[in-house]
């Protein structure tokens, strides 16, 4: 039987953690070794498919190359098999309020609200006068349960089923010194992103409206209104985590490892933006193998975040029965 969705298999010590970012037309694998003060990056590898045939047969012959079998797999979704929803808390009991939270949101749901496997957890703070509102994590068990056969057939034994925003937030608990107030720019499949964390725990993550691609803003062609916009959407989120739930400024705007269409992404907002910018080095923040194609981190550092998903389990990570 496969392991529950957006839970946890039971499986014996490993000194490894292998992370499995899902894309629509790649995935991404990273390998860490536990050590006794931080884990080692060993691996990473980003490859192309076309499908879910292809992903298998290749997740397949890097289980086997890497000697991978039996190991368990922290897997993390693309943006298009999963969202990330805000719902108030329903009146029920705590083990049937992720049922209560599944009829609540039917009717936004594209799939039936029988169909869903529901997660969620509560932010730390709320915006200011307002109800404590859950972050629901909604998917759809029959696009989930193909990956999850595919990843048990490579040899893999599936840990947990996260999503990208707390995958991000794995990685920045590594900073040294941390930063109380931080946001985090991302391009996703649905076009750009920011997360905002205080103290570390997730309270806004909010599409930009109107940006897609950001590789199109420095396309070469005359972009100004789409640059305009995306200054426009970021400030506008800083401004509401301030005024609303932080109660204090944004401390850094962190960018992940980029793609080299964004090379000049940085530099247009340190000239646009009044918030410290940061880019984020994965050698900077774990013990990193000299072997690592550092050329695949812009596609697998999220497969890095989910690697560092620590136990014991939290409230998103729960079985859904």
Not at 103 to 122: G, H
Not at 211 to 229: K, P, T
């Amino acid at each position: 039987m496969s392991p529950p969705l957006f839970g946890r298999a039971q499986n014996k010590k490993s000194q490894l953690s292998l992370g499995l970012r899902l894309g629509s037309q790649q995935f991404s694998l990273a390998c860490l070794q536990a050590q006794p003060e931080s884990p080692l990056l060993q691996r990473v590898h980003t490859e192309a498919t076309s499908g879910l045939e292809d992903f298998s047969q290749k997740l397949t012959r890097l289980v086997d190359q890497w000697q991978l079998h039996g190991e368990i797999a922290r897997v993390v979704l693309n943006n298009d098999l999963y969202r990330l929803l805000q719902a108030d808390t329903p009146n029920v009991p705590e083990p049937e309020r992720d049922a209560a939270l599944a009829w609540s949101l039917k009717d936004v749901l594209d799939f039936p609200a029988t169909e869903a496997v529901i997660s969620s957890f509560l932010p730390p703070v709320s915006p200011r006068g307002g109800n404590e509102r859950l972050f629901v994590a909604a998917a759809h068990k029959a696009k989930i349960r193909p990956y999850v056969e595919k990843i048990a057939a490579a040899g893999l034994k599936l840990d947990t089923i996260d999503i990208p925003e707390l995958c991000a937030r794995n990685l920045l608990t590594k900073l040294n010194p941390p930063i109380p107030s931080i946001a985090m720019l991302v391009q996703s499949g649905r076009g750009a992103v920011i997360y905002v964390f205080h103290d570390n725990e997730l309270v806004i993550s909010r599409p930009l409206a109107g940006i897609g691609d950001m590789a199109v803003l420095f396309s070469g062609y005359e972009n100004r209104q789409l640059m305009d916009q995306l200054v426009l959407e970021i400030q506008r989120t800083l401004d509401f985590y301030e005024s609303q739930i932080g109660r204090r400024p944004i401390g850094k705007l962190v960018l992940p490892p980029l793609p080299d269409e964004l090379t000049p992404l940085p530099e247009f907002l340190r000239q646009n933006l009044n918030v410290a910018l940061l880019s984020l080095d994965i050698a900077t923040l774990l013990p990193t193998d000299e072997s690592i194609d550092k050329t695949a981190l812009p596609q697998a550092w999220l497969a890095v975040g989910a690697a560092l998903r620590e136990l014991p389990v939290s409230e998103v990570q729960r079985a859904t029965g």
